[in-house]
Nanobody
Framework: QVQLVESGGGLVQAGGSLRLSCAAS????????MGWFRQAPGKEREFVTY??????????YYTDSVKGRFTISRDNAKNTLYLQMNSLTPEDTAVYYC?????????????????WGQGTQVTVSS
């Protein structure tokens, strides 16, 4: 059974940083796409970033609002996905979810992902 377990969320002041982790079990994701999504109170879930396998290397893609501030990465030996978040603003406050696909290509569409974690809360105070 595949499980994704996020950790690393918390309360941080604006301008601060957090690193989220997503530990995967049940199958390796080194050659599959994984992503991060978030859902703020009263809003729809939105895409944040994904990491995909291009047959030779990983490629990444970010939504415009986090470009230059967030970095997605993974440690294949640990089967763990990361999201380094810098220069956080109150607009980044949300529950953050990691997600995994069964294919190597990434997607910005949540329904394209087969596996989801339970989420971790990130709160940025002004």
């Amino acid at each position: 059974q595949v499980q994704l377990v996020e950790s690393g969320g918390g309360l941080v002041q604006a301008g601060g940083s957090l690193r989220l982790s997503c530990a995967a079990s049940g199958r390796p994701f080194s050659r599959s796409a994984m992503g991060w999504f978030r859902q703020a109170p009263g809003k729809e879930r939105e895409f944040v970033t994904y990491i995909a396998w291009t047959w030779t290397d990983d490629s990444t893609y970010y939504t415009d609002s986090v470009k230059g501030r967030f970095t997605i990465s993974r440690d294949n030996a640990k089967n763990t996905l990361y999201l380094q978040m810098n220069s956080l603003t109150p607009e980044d406050t949300a529950v953050y979810y990691c997600a995994g696909r069964n294919v190597r290509s990434g997607s910005v569409v949540g329904t394209d992902y087969s596996y989801w974690g339970q989420g971790t809360q990130v709160t940025v105070s002004s």
